[in-house]
């Protein structure tokens, strides 16, 4: 897919308007997240297929997770098209430190919620996850929470239309080059106005703006670093950093995760974090167990929306050594016995089990 640079010029004759109140304002610096963020993807993209997760929700969590440690959440303010919800959820058996309940009641807005992990855990937490998601997120937790002390929750929930919607007269069929030579027919969306684009060191980058706040940030990935914001690298000024204007033409995006972000926890040096803050959680200390999160991202015509729910679990620093698995998978003996009776109400041998 190839950018098509157009000029400032005519976008002014097309629509009667300055371009930069249409997308963003053309002196602003287009950059990458951090380096957690980049991170974290360029770590679950090794392999193939598709990648979506939620950086912040995971940050969320592990900063949730050192709410015994007296640490508040952090001062930026998310714009009022992201609502963001916590919950701490503690095993009847394990009692929440009192600097733990404090931090997560007045600072997170996260008051300490007890029940029976094993028994009502996993129905009660997919429950105030669908509710903070509003439905887009139905499931987070797919086992048994049995030996949990403690889960903590996120959700984050996105919606906005972009500054200029994509016409959709002019969606039309284009290829969608896949790693390697093959191709794909999908559906390209064509931006009606001039986009902002610049070339830096870290590749093309390309800001679609969004009505409310913020921006969708494009990157073409390193086999593609020829492209740049005024054609191919030897048609620009290489090393450019400013502002161009270009028309944008892309798929729309409709992508699902369901993740067990535990080793990305470890790769990324969070475990150290987190294992300081769920020791302090509870009075009995706590160990980091599975982190999971669910995510969602679409983006079409009109707009995009998000939404992202996170659990890290805390299980009982003294573990039950896992029982051995034992498999009946030859011929055996079975016996129905009753309190009192030695002999055994129901006998037989097992050889054939179809």
């Not at 450019?240 to 995760?257: K, Y």
């Amino acid at each position: 897919m190839r950018l098509a640079a157009i000029s400032q010029g005519l976008a002014l004759l097309v629509l009667g308007l300055s371009a930069q109140s249409l997308w963003a304002d053309t002196a602003v610096k287009i950059a990458l997240p951090d380096p957690l963020s980049q991170q974290a993807l360029q770590a679950l993209g090794n392999g193939e297929g598709n990648v979506l997760l939620s950086p912040q929700s995971l940050v969320d969590v592990v900063a949730l997770s050192r709410a015994g440690l007296g640490e508040t959440p952090p001062t930026a303010l998310m714009p009022s098209t992201v609502v963001s919800a916590n919950a701490a959820w503690f095993d009847t058996t394990a009692v929440p430190t009192a600097e733990a309940s404090k931090t997560l009641t007045t600072d997170w807005d996260a008051p300490p919620v007890s029940l029976d992990m094993a028994k009502d855990g996993k129905t009660k937490i997919n429950e105030w996850v669908r509710e903070a998601t509003e439905g887009r997120i139905q499931d987070l937790i797919t086992d048994p929470l049995v030996g949990v002390s403690v889960v903590l929750t996120n959700a984050l929930v996105f919606k906005d239309a972009w500054r200029v919607p994509f016409d959709p007269d002019e969606t039309i069929p284009r290829d969608f080059h896949l790693t390697g030579d093959e191709t794909v027919e999908v559906p390209f969306m064509l931006s009606p106005v001039a986009a902002l684009c610049q070339d830096s060191e870290q590749g093309v980058l390309v800001a679609l703006s969004f009505a409310e706040a913020g921006h969708l940030v494009l990157r073409p990935q390193a086999e593609e670093a020829a492209m740049t914001c005024t054609g191919e690298l030897e048609a620009s000024d290489e090393g450019a950093d400013d502002n161009r204007l270009v028309q944008v033409a892309m798929p729309r995006i409709d992508l699902t995760a369901d993740l067990d972000l535990s080793g990305l926890v470890k790769t990324l040096g969070l475990s150290a974090a987190m294992a300081e803050g769920f020791a302090y959680l509870t009075v009995a200390p706590s160990v980091p167990g599975p982190v999971l999160q669910s995510v969602l991202f679409r983006a079409d015509e009109e707009g995009a929306e998000a939404a992202a729910a996170t659990a890290a679990i805390g299980v009982r620093s003294v573990r039950v050594p896992e029982s051995p698995l034992l498999v009946f998978d030859r011929p055996f003996e079975f016996f129905v016995m009753m309190p009192g009776h030695d002999t055994a109400m129901i006998a037989g041998i097992l050889r054939d089990p179809r």
